[in-house]
């Protein structure tokens, strides 16, 4: 081959491989940017799994909280008196009556067969008003005539009427008397002994503190009612100044059962929420077997509780608040009925939390079945003492197991159970102590279904005559006085400038 047709064909191989060098880099490039786009897609779809499980992530920590949030409001709308501290008249129609358990199915309401009944008892003889005479007339076996004599056991039947009741009213008139001399008029000087400071005479007053200050009835209610049944026209600024004046009359008699239950070597007391003219404020009580004393305060604090005990003395019977922490743990007795109502809420969870609130509620049935027993005098003090020593062991062992167990609503409560436990078994080791502060939270209950009726008072005057007139009514109760005597007493003596009669003398009879 010539020289020139080689190099033509050389020059024909350079084209041809330059082509394909330029589909080469062509394809190459497709390539690349077919990469390029793989890897954006790739890079969004990273973006959108980081995104997705970010969300998830969300997600689940929205889910957990919420069925966190599920499960405490389910915890909530089940809590009723059986489980927790809230008063029996909160309960929701579907929550049995306490003590209702241990009936059986389909028992009708009622008297059961066997059951002993009770009548009213007729009143003696010597109360009687009237005595109407039935004789028989003739023998009736012989129809002869029978002579009327009294027979001493005639069959007795008696009927309680009221009559109609007319207030006595008293009018003083100051007479003018013109001198027949010299003609000068002279009225008859203001006789202060005479003339009383109130329209209102000493029982009426009673009545009037005593509709709403011991029954609670409304001022209104009390101006109508003393319009229906005595026929007295009454306004409502009147019934408050009686309000006050019964309030100032009995203060000797309160501050006399307040130095009762300062002294007395035993003591339940129990606090509840109160309002002022719409402001949250505290109302406790303190109670013995002698006398019960009411006081409302701006808060249930430490600071402000500790002055109403005076000197720290006897052994004060409570439930766990914070609040007592000033009482020496060993002179306390914290209330197992409340930690019963704990350990039922215990129970009633699920896993490890329910199993250990069912352990320590068999251990507090053991231990009320024996407190019942030695109540009921089938256990002495020596035994009860004995066979509570296992049961002590076992609950304490139990509550410290669950301390340290980490469960949540469980392991804290427990744990500070255990900061009172010198404070549990007080009524074990000490004669008269109750294990429960049932007496306190049932002083307590009249004046809180009062607060649920009024809201409460609207002034300092206000509380005082609430807690005055609470004390008074409880205490007279427990030393088997009338109350409404016992008030009519103080008003009398707060009219005649006298002592004012004792709450713990001789009980008071209702007068003729």
Known sequence: ?????????????????????????????????????????????????????????????????????????????????????????S??????????????????????????????????????????????????????????????????????????????????????VVCAGCRHKTCAAYDADKISASPFGPRLMAVIALLTGVYHLSRRQTVTLLSDLLGTALSLGATSAVEARVSEAVEPAVAEAWKQVQNAEIKHTDGTSWAQAGVAMSLWTIATVMATVFKIVTNGSALKLKPLFGVLKGILISDRATALMFWSMDRRQICWAHLLRKFVFFSEK???????????????????????????????????RAWMDPVRTQVEALLMKAAAAEIGELSGSCADILKHKDALWTFVDVDGVEPTNNHAERELRAFALWRRRSFGTQSERGNLFAERLMTVAHTARKQKKNVLEFLTACCRAQRDKSNVPSLFGAPNARAA
């Not at 880099?25 to 890079?43: I, K, P, Q, V």
């Not at 969300?55 to 059986?82: D, F, H, I, P, Y």
């Not at 927790?84 to 008249?89: K, L, R």
């Not at 329910?354 to 035994?383: C, H, K, N, P, V």
């Open 1 to 89: 081959m010539d020289p020139y047709g080689r190099i033509a064909a050389l020059e024909t191989e350079v084209v041809g491989l330059t082509a394909a060098l330029a589909a080469r880099d062509a394809a190459l490039a497709s390539r690349d940017a077919a990469l390029a786009a793989r890897d954006a897609g790739l890079a969004a779809r990273d973006a959108r799994i980081l995104d997705l499980e970010q969300l998830v992530a969300a997600l689940m920590t929205q889910t957990t909280a919420l069925l966190k949030q599920v499960e405490q409001l389910t915890e909530k709308l089940g809590r009723n008196s059986r489980n927790s501290n809230q008063p029996p008249s």
């Open 91 to 176: 309960d929701p129609p579907g929550i049995p009556p306490k003590g209702t358990e241990s009936k059986a199915p389909g028992r009708k309401r009622g008297g059961q067969p066997g059951h002993q009944g009770r009548r009213r008892e007729l009143v003696p003889a010597a109360q009687v008003t009237t005595f109407i005479d039935l004789f028989p007339p003739e023998c009736e076996n012989c129809w002869k005539p029978l002579p009327e004599l009294p027979d001493p056991d005639a069959k007795r039947y008696q009927q309680i009427e009221l009559p109609p009741i007319k207030p006595l009213i008293t009018e003083v008139r100051r007479h003018s």
């Open 350 to 384: 699920n896993g490890p939390a329910g199993d250990i609130g069912r352990q320590l509620l068999d251990y507090t049935g053991i231990m009320f079945e024996y407190w019942q027993d030695y109540r009921a005098g089938r256990l002495s003090r020596t035994l009860f």
